[in-house]
């Protein structure tokens, strides 16, 4: 196998020098959507002063503002601090992550650019990215209604890769001493503590992918850990703005290379945790469905605040929990418009939700191993959506990073 140019050195952004980075980095959007009060915190904190919050939709938000409005007012907001030197050009580079949360002491990620054109969230299409779950396309138009008029994008999107001889990040952390260190801070809402450093030997790094891919030798070079609707989004603005590109055009636009966290799958701050589901408007009929399609050893339970704990009995084959509960789920929805989903991240969240949401049922879902989803998707399969998240809510990766995409 050839060289590849999956992997390139972006142009990263970054916050300027006296801007208080505690207020500028926030969690994804996709989080705590049931959660209107962790929003208004982060509200509160944040104010007026700069802050990835007024560049991105937090989806507790949909539905709940005028969109149109909103979206104009963040790609407002985005010009501004363009244009008053907010946001600073760090050259061409990558930013080793050292993340520690209130779980792990250390997590550590590479922030990458990479190739859409190699990426595909289509099950069975063999490229060197692949979704991990199944891709719902009707939540791409919402989010590419934000992406098309946007300058830049912020990513929440982890990928992982597997290093099992920790060649590639591991080294460049034990070596971080020689390298400059261009944040360093406490994230805000209990998210732990932040550390980035720049990486300038950006061909090194590359040609060390190249040689993992080679050594691997399954045709896999990364998969989606988290983000996969935002780099389909990243995917669906991109196919349609190169159709109207010369060849040479396309080479280089920004818009092709979305900007990401790349992580070993065997990092040992990695923890995967369930996805939860929530449902609104329940009928009585569910559960006693449900418990028919599913039968084993593995014990989870489901909770509603009328009927507190009930024991769910599962397979132990997590994969399987996965498919056969959403599968029973979206056929449920689809003959019951009146229910409603949400996907929690946290047990306590759930249970939390649940109890503020009268009428609603909580199922709490099994953990995948790191080895279920390597191995599900070098096999040409992909995992329900919204399967496993990687660390509990507070670990989710915050809004720092910036490229440009116009």
């Not at 790609?75 to 050009?89: A, P, Q």
């Not at 050259?91 to 990458?112: P, Y």
Request: proline share 4%; charged share 30%; with cysteine.
């Amino acid at each position: 196998m050839g060289e590849f140019k999956t992997i390139i050195a972006p142009h990263i952004l970054l916050p300027r020098k006296g801007v208080d980075l505690t207020s500028f980095a926030v969690i994804a959007c996709d989080q705590f959507t049931s959660n209107q009060e962790y929003w208004k915190q982060v509200h509160d904190l944040v104010k007026d002063k700069p802050s990835t919050y007024h560049m991105m939709f937090p989806e507790a938000y949909l539905g709940k503002v005028d969109e149109e409005k909103y979206i104009a007012q963040i790609n407002k907001n985005i010009e501004g601090y363009l244009s008053d030197g907010t946001l600073v050009d760090q050259g061409e580079c990558f930013i080793l992550v050292d993340r520690k949360t209130s779980v792990v002491d250390r997590r550590l990620g590479l922030v990458i650019a990479i190739d859409l054109e190699d990426y595909t969230y289509a099950k069975g299409v063999k490229s060197l990215i692949r979704a991990s779950e199944a891709t719902i396309v009707e939540r791409i138009p919402p989010r590419l209604k934000i992406r098309e008029n946007a300058p830049v994008e912020l990513p929440h999107i982890l990928f992982l890769f597997d290093d099992k001889d920790r060649s590639i990040i591991e080294p460049l952390y034990e070596n971080r001493a020689k390298l400059e260190k261009v944040y360093d801070f406490e994230l805000n809402q209990d998210g732990g503590h932040i550390s980035g450093y720049k990486v300038k030997n950006t061909d090194e790094i590359i040609k060390k992918f190249n040689d993992l891919l080679k050594k691997n030798n399954n045709g896999l070079l990364f998969i989606v850990g988290d983000g996969n609707h935002s780099l389909a989004t990243a995917k669906a603005h991109w196919d349609k703005i190169k159709v109207n590109l010369s060849e040479e055009e396309r080479k280089s636009h920004p818009a092709r290379y979305a900007l990401v966290e790349a992580l070993n799958i065997y990092d040992k701050g990695l923890i995967f945790e369930p996805i939860h589901r929530l449902l609104f408007n329940v009928g009585d009929d569910f559960l006693p469905s449900l418990k028919a399609k599913l039968g084993g050893e593995f014990k989870s339970f489901t909770y509603s605040k009328e009927k507190g704990k009930e024991e769910l009995l599962m397979p132990k084959n997590a994969p399987m929990c996965y498919k056969i509960i959403q599968s029973y789920i979206d056929e449920y929805l689809a003959s019951h418009k009146e229910v409603s989903i949400d996907y929690i991240h946290d047990e306590s969240e759930l249970i939390d939700c649940a109890n503020k949401n009268p009428g609603s049922l909580a199922i709490a879902m099994p953990a995948l191993t790191k080895g279920d989803v390597f191995d599900y998707i070098a096999a040409d399969d992909v995992l329900p959506r919204k399967s496993f998240s990687m660390g509990h809510a507070t670990e989710k990766r915050y809004y720092l990073e910036i490229k440009k995409i116009k």
